[in-house]
Nanobody, 119 residues
Framework: QVQLTESGGGLVQPGGSLRLSCAIS????????MAWYRQVPGKGRELVAS???????TYSDSVKGRFTISRDNAKNTVSLQMNSLKPEDTAVYYC?????????????WGQGTQVTVFS
């Protein structure tokens, strides 16, 4: 069982920055994809940024150029640096990883952390 623990959410004014971190309970070398999603009330989860072990990094068009996803294998963490925040970035942000086990993909989610951008 993989456990994900997010931190770093909070309140920030437009134009400000926040850094989200996701602590992962196992070695990242056993994981496949890592990503950050976000969700606002009444809508489904939206992919914000993702990175694949040995593969490309992708971003949604709405955050491209402002957000950066990164990983730290030594600390077993995946982070999301969010700059130039806008009110429309307000959402609950979720850390996601998956693992391939006996040919099947298993998804894991964090509990979510609230990000509120207000003026």
């Amino acid at each position: 069982q993989v456990q994900l623990t997010e931190s770093g959410g909070g309140l920030v004014q437009p134009g400000g920055s926040l850094r989200l971190s996701c602590a992962i309970s196992i070695s990242m070398h056993s994981l496949n994809d890592m990503a950050w999603y976000r969700q606002v009330p009444g809508k489904g989860r939206e992919l914000v940024a993702s990175l694949t072990d040995g593969g490309p990094t992708t971003y949604s068009d709405s955050v491209k150029g402002r957000f950066t996803i990164s990983r730290d294998n030594a600390k077993n963490t995946v982070s999301l640096q969010m700059n130039s925040l806008k009110p429309e970035d307000t959402a609950v942000y979720y850390c996601y990883v998956d693992q391939i086990y006996i040919g099947k993909k298993i998804d894991y989610w964090g509990q979510g952390t609230q990000v509120t951008v207000f003026s």
